[in-house]
């Protein structure tokens, strides 16, 4: 089925099987490289800020995958108005097409989150990406269009998509809830904090109880498997699917214990400091010490630390398992994930003045992670929401968009972190080098497309 073929396109290396996993982790605060690997090659470029147009690996084909899903999108889509949907019933032809558009819509969006500068920067004045909403020819040369009117596209694909959408669970597909919680992440970006409460309280409040926040008791033990309770849309991998992979593409393979080949990431001084604040968090299990701790060399300051996040530990294994044993190569990768819905409705709630409603939705995750713990209002700030965000969240693709999205600059001082030009430290919000730059192939091909300034 072409829908099918759309999944697997999203899901592929260059996009969620790779890339843009680990891009928002890697330039926070909370996560780092652990050696410099070079030009061209995984993690480094990004955390370094120094990625270039001409590299194929961090930046062609990162450009290029969202793009293919984008036109098969498309493509299913004429086919489908066209009337060429065989027997299929109206209501199935209308989820299959509410989907198609959903996943339309979030490929814009992260296309526009990487190779644009943030919304709230100047109200989406800035150039964004290409939008393409129909099958194009082959001497097809767009221009970008600006931040805005990608986020006004992504609104409406994912608006006009609810009225299709199943209600129920739809495992490894988007349905009605997985598209309100991405509606609350993109109105978040926005800063359209009314909206983004809404649809957050409303995946909260109304799903009939297919999807609840993890226990304290069950934290530990969901991490792995299939289709938890939280799970609102994740990619689904065995070691055999996506075809022509071998299991999960190997996003996951970045935070890996240094006995894995795919080790690129682990995690800084700061965030183990930030969840020692707390000895009785129950997210304690995700940091792990090295397997082999001999071979365990880099960075010289890590040595020995707990600097290894198992947030991703396979089908068959477990955070509390070695990690030599853990195999992530096969986890599902999750995207939308019921606790981030509750941090954004904290959020949003915050933002708009409703201290009852943040500090609500903030506690049910404080509360959960340790249940001798909350916030109160006199506790109750943005960065104290932000600090439960990295908390709950690292590793799943958020901590650069938090920070540039609120008009906070990111700091690597300090720490373990690897040697770095003074001016890649701090990243403030307005920085040019916030926006990967378009590849050079496509500056190249087409002569209306403007490059981003470094």
């Known amino acids: 089925m072409a829908l099918n073929g759309i999944y697997r396109l999203a899901s592929a290396h260059s996009y ?3 890339n843009y996993l680990y891009y928002a982790d890697c330039r ?12 061209g090659r995984r993690v480094s470029p990004y955390y370094f800020f120094d990625v270039t147009a001409d590299d194929n690996f961090n930046i062609t084909l990162v450009w290029n995958q969202p793009y293919k899903v984008i036109h098969q999108a498309n493509s299913l889509i004429e086919k489908l108005d066209a009337g060429n949907a065989g027997n299929a019933r109206p209501e199935e032809v209308a989820r299959i097409k509410s989907e198609a558009l959903a996943m339309r819509g979030l490929a814009l969006f992260d296309l526009t989150r990487l190779f644009g500068m ?14 393409e909403i129909q099958t194009t020819l082959e001497d097809h ?21 609810l009225g299709g959408l199943t209600k129920e669970k739809h495992d490894a ?9 991405l509606l609350s992440r993109v109105y978040l970006y926005m800063n359209d904090n009314e909206n983004a409460l809404k649809c957050a309280e409303e995946v909260i409040n109304d799903n009939g109880g297919i999807y609840r926040l993890f226990t304290h008791d069950e934290y530990p033990s969901v991490w792995g498997k299939d289709f938890n309770s939280e799970s609102l849309f994740e990619f689904y ?18 935070y890996a214990d240094n006995v894995k080949d795919w080790n690129n990431l682990i995690l800084t001084k700061a965030y183990l400091d930030l969840l020692n604040e707390d000895p009785e968090d129950v997210r304690h299990v995700f940091p792990h010490l090295p397997e082999n701790a ?10 020995g630390q707990p600097k290894y996040l198992i947030k991703y530990p396979g089908k068959s294994g477990s955070v509390t398992d070695a990690v030599s044993t853990v195999n992530p190569q096969d986890n599902d990768l999750c995207i939308l994930r019921l606790s981030e819905v509750y941090l954004n409705a904290a959020e949003a709630a915050f933002k708009i003045g409703n201290t009852e409603k943040a500090l609500t939705y903030l506690n049910a995750i404080v509360t959960r992670a340790n249940p001798a713990k909350s916030v109160t209002s006199a506790d109750l700030s943005l960065e104290r929401i932000l600090k439960e965000r990295r908390k709950e969240l690292v590793g799943e693709g958020h901590a650069f968009f938090d920070y540039m999205r609120n008009g906070k600059s990111v700091d690597r001082s300090g720490g373990w972190h690897l040697t770095m030009p003074e001016d890649a430290r701090v990243i403030a919000p307005s920085d040019p080098r916030v926006a990967l730059p378009i590849p050079q192939t496509e500056i190249d091909a087409n002569p209306n497309i403007v490059q981003n300034p470094r």
Request: some cysteine; overall charge negative; aromatic content about 8%.
């Open 294 to 303: 001999v071979a365990d060399t880099l960075p010289v300051a890590a040595k």
């Open 16 to 18: 969620y099987g790779d």
């Open 237 to 254: 991998f065995t070691m055999s699917e996506p075809s022509g992979g071998s299991g999960g593409e190997g996003a996951p393979m970045v």
């Open 173 to 181: 597909y988007m349905n009605y809830w997985s598209v309100k919680a």
């Open 118 to 131: 943030p919304y709230t920067l100047d109200n989406g004045a800035s150039l964004g990406v290409p939008i």
């Open 28 to 39: 926070g605060e909370d996560v780092q490289a652990r050696i410099n690997k070079g030009a």
């Open 141 to 161: 040369a767009p221009e970008r269009n600006t931040v805005a009117q990608c986020y006004e596209q992504v609104l409406k694909d994912l608006n006009d998509a």
